[in-house]
């Protein structure tokens, strides 16, 4: 009984966003621009369960580039207020937006100084009007049976801040290695400010140029990585390409003998690389610009010799 109610009421709260997005309008590009110049700090403010909507927005954007911390907004008026200057930018998340805690703190930021953006479900309310830039959250219908407790609201809060999060991310350009910095405490922080040589395998795929296709493909099965590296002869002192799934699909769907090809028929000429003391994140960056999933590496940035091969889930999938 319950889980038919519950697929019901995703459907009711998928509805209201679906609803909410398509309102949203160049007011999202203007809040983006302000917080993305800010000088200062974000300053994100609200109370009850907006406040924790507010508070989870702070913590968001405080890990992914932007400077920002959360004010309860009860508390601002008893003290906290001293923590904001004017090169900051002020959020006020209040579903109401008549929610007198943060309607008391509208004042004192403006004789701070400070840009002041609300986020409300009501852009008639006075903490709309009195805002420089208004987000609009709102939703026709709470899930709550009664349409009291803040269910469908709270979640359109939530959704509207994730989207700020990760337009803000793509524009400041935040990537894998910025992530790690914030996060050096977390299991992907670690990971990514770790060193190549602690995660690759020196166990290299090779095959000379004159393998056969048969030959590349017992070499990749068996060295589990989904690639091979392709040698001048099989003395295999100098690289001269690579071979990967990819490429193999691609000589079977345009040859109708695949498998008369050889290695150097198959490969790509030349690879991406990486020396072994760079670090995780310096690969995960090279792989996600070239849409890669392994390196080469090498034992200096000048050396050409393949000491070892790092694959995306020598990054990701370590335990």
């Given at each position: 009984m319950y889980f038919e109610r519950a697929k019901q009421i995703f459907k009711e709260e998928i509805a209201e966003f679906r609803k909410l997005s398509e309102h949203i309008d160049e007011s999202f590009d203007a809040v983006v621009d302000v917080l993305y110049n800010c000088k200062g700090h974000v300053v994100v403010m609200g109370i009850g369960k907006s406040g924790i909507i507010a508070h989870k927005?702070?913590?968001?954007?405080?890990?992914?580039?932007?400077?920002?911390?959360?004010?309860?907004?009860?508390?601002?008026?008893?003290?906290?207020?001293?923590?904001?200057?004017?090169?900051?930018?002020?959020?006020?998340?209040?579903?109401?937006?008549?929610?007198?805690?943060?309607?008391?703190?509208?004042?004192?930021?403006?004789?701070?100084?400070?840009?002041?953006?609300?986020?409300?479900?009501?852009r008639r309310s006075q903490l709309a009007r009195e805002a420089d830039l208004v987000l609009s959250v709102h939703v026709d219908h709470e899930s709550c049976p009664l349409g009291l407790a803040p269910t469908t609201s709270t979640t359109a809060?939530?959704?509207?801040?994730?989207?700020?999060?990760?337009?803000?991310?793509?524009?400041?350009?935040?990537?894998?290695?910025?992530?790690?910095?914030?996060?050096?405490?977390?299991?992907?922080?670690?990971?990514?400010?770790?060193?190549?040589?602690?995660?690759?395998?020196?166990?290299?795929?090779?095959?000379?140029?004159?393998?056969?296709?048969?030959?590349?493909?017992?070499?990749?099965?068996?060295?589990?990585?989904?690639?091979t590296m392709v040698y001048e002869d099989a003395t295999y002192s100098k690289c001269v390409?690579?071979?990967?799934?990819?490429?193999?699909?691609?000589?079977?769907?345009?040859?109708?003998?695949?498998?008369?090809?050889?290695?150097?028929?198959?490969?790509?000429?030349?690879?991406?690389?990486?020396?072994?003391?760079?670090?995780?994140?310096?690969?995960?960056a090279i792989m996600d610009k070239y849409n890669i999933t392994t390196l080469a590496v090498t034992e200096t940035k000048t050396s050409t010799d393949i000491i070892g091969i790092i694959s995306i889930h020598h990054i990701i999938d370590f335990n």
């Open positions: 927005f702070a913590s968001s954007l405080a890990s992914t580039g932007t400077p920002s911390f959360f004010v309860n907004a009860a508390e601002a008026v008893h003290g906290d207020l001293g923590m904001i200057n004017s090169s900051d930018v002020a959020v006020l998340v209040s579903n109401s937006g008549a929610t007198s805690e943060v309607l008391n703190v509208i004042l004192p930021l403006r004789n701070i100084g400070c840009v002041v953006v609300a986020l409300t479900g009501d809060a939530l959704l509207m801040t994730d989207a700020l999060v990760v337009c803000l991310m793509e524009r400041r350009k935040f990537n894998a290695e910025n992530f790690a910095v914030y996060h050096p405490g977390g299991a992907l922080g670690r990971q990514l400010l770790g060193r190549i040589v602690n995660r690759m395998t020196t166990n290299v795929p090779k095959v000379a140029k004159d393998d056969s296709f048969k030959q590349v493909v017992v070499e990749m099965s068996d060295k589990h990585l989904g690639m390409g690579i071979i990967t799934d990819g490429d193999l699909r691609r000589a079977v769907l345009h040859h109708d003998d695949a498998l008369s090809l050889n290695a150097a028929q198959i490969m790509t000429a030349g690879f991406k690389s990486i020396h072994q003391k760079a670090l995780l994140s310096d690969a995960l």
